[in-house]
């Protein structure tokens, strides 16, 4: 299961120090393949068993107008799932950086470039929006809808991630419910930092044992992936398991950097929300 050695990875800035550019340079962007975590869960560009995004929060944001003055925005980016590469953080974050001494002719032409770039790296579909901060000042903080599944009363010993604690985790009649954790956390794949988040797990099927999911995601606390990974490993994982006839999965990870990543991964016609968690 492990690739953390791939060669894929080993040009990467991740776990390096690095110099901080303010000018723009659009060579600043590094993808990672979307196939070194694919491959090994048996899912091919050609066949995969879900759609989705990885939406990404631009916390971060500046640039200078045709006249010099500074500008702010939050942006709001949209990775298409079957894009080629996922974009790798810490590469967006010094991208992003390089646009704060470097001049702009409009809010557009910040947009477009992001957009282009993006996809370029990407290797696919990428949609940008930018919202000044009083588009989005008043906002609630958003919660998941569903059961949240932490308050059980279990006790638990082993933090090493196993597919296993899904085996016969599913049976009996069908149900149609929404189960919600806040304890997902994982690791970096490249620095081993924590990375925190909340998760969705919607589905229609045979019921899915509460406690048994529980112990599979607090598993992947000593797991070592980047967010997009993790969430396509529950995906494949609940899939093969529980065997549930609709299923979509939705993190939402806190910031770093001044980025947060969202990843949703469904085989239905599952829309998700945006607005940001309580951690975020």
């Not at 010094?94 to 032409?109: G, I, K, P």
């Not at 947009?111 to 009083?134: F, I, K, P």
């Not at 529950?234 to 999965?249: A, G």
Request: charged fraction near 25%.
């Amino acid at each position: 299961m492990s690739y953390e050695n791939h060669q894929a990875l080993t040009g990467l800035t991740l776990g390096k120090s690095t110099d901080y550019r303010d000018t723009y340079d659009a060579s600043l962007l590094q993808g990672v393949p979307r196939s070194l975590n694919r491959d090994p869960l048996g899912l091919h560009a050609d066949a995969l068993p879900f759609v989705g995004g990885d939406i990404w929060t631009l916390y971060e944001l500046s640039w200078l107008n045709e006249r010099g003055l500074p500008q702010v925005a939050v942006g709001h980016v949209e990775l298409d799932y079957a894009s080629v590469n996922l974009v790798e953080s810490k590469s967006f974050k010094l991208y992003l950086n390089s646009f704060n001494q470097t001049r702009f002719n409009s809010w557009d032409e910040v947009q477009q470039t992001l957009e282009r770039d993006l996809a370029a790296c990407a290797q696919g579909n990428v949609s940008v929006s930018l919202y000044r901060l009083h588009e989005l000042e008043g906002q609630p903080i958003a919660h998941f809808h569903g059961t949240c599944i932490d308050e059980q009363d279990i006790e638990v010993e082993n933090y090493e991630f196993s597919a296993d604690y899904l085996e016969n985790a599913a049976g009996g009649k069908v149900v149609e419910e929404t189960l919600v954790s806040h304890l997902l956390k994982s690791n970096c794949l490249i620095t081993h930092q924590p990375d925190w988040g909340s998760v969705q797990i919607q589905y229609r099927g045979p019921k899915i044992d509460r406690e048994k999911l529980l112990r599979y995601l607090v598993s992947f606390r000593h797991h070592n992936e980047f967010h997009e990974q993790c969430v396509e490993r529950i995906f494949n994982d609940i899939q093969r398991f529980c065997q549930p006839e609709k299923l979509s999965v939705y993190a939402r990870y806190t910031r770093r950097g001044g980025l947060d990543i969202n990843p949703w991964r469904t085989n239905t016609d599952f829309v998700p929300a945006t607005g940001r968690l309580v951690r975020q």
